[in-house]
Every structure is written in C-alpha cells, then in structure tokens.
C-alpha cells in the first residue's frame, strides 16, 4: 500500500515563529488533506489539497503530486497552534474504495 | 457544515464484553470509517463502507466488525472486548467518488479493563 512519512516528528517552538511541516507519499494520490488534532483529541479538517497551492489565515499549504510531497506552513504560531498534525492521503485505487493512508503526525509544541 | 457525531467520547468497559461504537453522519454521505489511534502509530484504519450493508475490511480488522444498516449510521462492533483493544477511535465520512474530503467525528476514547 501507499507510504506516507511525515517529517519532523516534534517540533517546538517559541510564539510567533514560523514553521514548514512535511509530507512525503510513496505514489499517484486521488486526494490528500492535512489534519490538526487538538489537546482534545478532534482531528480539524485543515486542507483538502492534491495538489496546488491553498492558503487559510496564517495557514497555507502546497502539494507538488508530481514530486510526491505536501508542506504545511504556519506562519506566526499561537499556543493554540499546539497539537499533532497530520498528512493523510488517499491512493489512487479502485472506485468506492477511497481510504485514507495517515502518516505518524508532528507533534508541534508552541511556547508562550 | 458536516456533522459526524460518535455516540460516547469516553468509554470504560470489561474484557470479554460485547462493544458497540456508534456514529451518525448527517450529510447523506455514501461512504463511512471506522479508525483507531495508538500512540506512534497514527490513525489506522479498521473497516469501511461505500454504501448500506456493504463492508470492507481495512487495514487491522481482527477482532472487529462492522454493521452499516441505515445510509447514516455506522457501527463498530468489538465481539469480545480485549486489553488491546483501548483505544481512541476515529469515525469519518465522505462522498463516493474520489476527490472528496473525508469529515471525522469527535472520537470515542475506549479503555478495556
């Protein structure tokens, strides 16, 4: 099945930094969406993105397919910008068969 | 917006007990999810359904099943619950199709004594 690796594993920093999240899949991609997940345990839909360019805020994030990576920006990191992130992707298999593969997630620790 | 509503965020039950987790979508979406999340490993998925009383089997489906009766309800079933069974579980919907966004519940976190 498809691979997806999420670099890096934590990441801290202080508020107001800026931060790259990557994501890297092993193949063709139908769909591609990047999650928060809150302290709570709720995954946030962040993006929907197989590929282009889309911004949301201090968030933005790009998919180049043919390359087979996403990036995540946040730009001016908050506290509340704390939690796990998540690459998920979907490979391109048989119709009705639209299963998300998810990486090991970011952990992102912003300081005050 | 998309609601997808997981009947407990927490739940306490005895191994050997008969689970069940349920989740309830409002957006007429064809296709549902069941997913748990274990430290370090992410979010895997257990089955899945594109359509009433069709199922398939995802990527850990030992030790579960699955009953999707009504276009809107999903349930994941634990047949005799184990230790290694607690968990945080993830329901999602979406469109059939491809190139849809899945929508995720809010999560049942199930500890198995």
């Known amino acids: 099945g498809i691979q997806v690796e999420q670099s890096p594993p934590d990441l801290i920093l202080q508020e107001g930094a800026n931060s790259t999240l990557r994501c890297n899949f092993s193949d063709s991609v139908n769909n591609l969406q990047w999650f928060h997940q809150n302290p709570w345990g709720q995954l946030i839909n962040l993006f929907y993105?197989?590929?282009g360019t889309k911004q949301n805020g201090r968030l933005s994030a790009t998919t180049v397919a043919t390359e087979r990576y996403s990036l995540l920006y946040i730009s001016s990191s908050q506290t509340t910008d704390s939690g796990v992130y998540f690459c998920?992707?979907?490979?391109?298999?048989?119709?009705?068969?639209?299963?998300?593969?998810f990486g090991t997630g970011t952990r992102l620790t912003i300081i005050p | 917006d998309v609601k997808v509503t997981q009947s407990s965020r927490y739940l306490v039950k005895r191994t050997g007990e008969k689970v069940f987790l349920e989740c309830v979508q409002d957006m007429d979406h064809e296709n549902m999810f069941w997913y748990r999340q274990d430290p370090g490993l992410g979010l895997r998925l257990i089955y899945f359904?594109?359509?009433?009383?069709?199922?398939e089997k995802g990527d850990i489906p030992e030790g579960y099943s699955v009953s999707r009766e009504k276009k809107e309800r999903f349930s994941l079933i634990l047949e005799s619950a184990s230790t290694n069974q607690t968990s945080m579980y993830l329901c999602a919907s979406s469109l059939l199709g491809g190139f849809q966004p899945q929508h995720f519940g809010d999560g049942t976190r199930l500890s198995i004594l």
């Open positions: 998920a992707v979907e490979g391109r298999g048989v119709f009705g068969n639209e299963k998300l593969t």
């Open positions: 993105i197989p590929s």
């Open positions: 359904s594109y359509d009433v009383k069709m199922k």
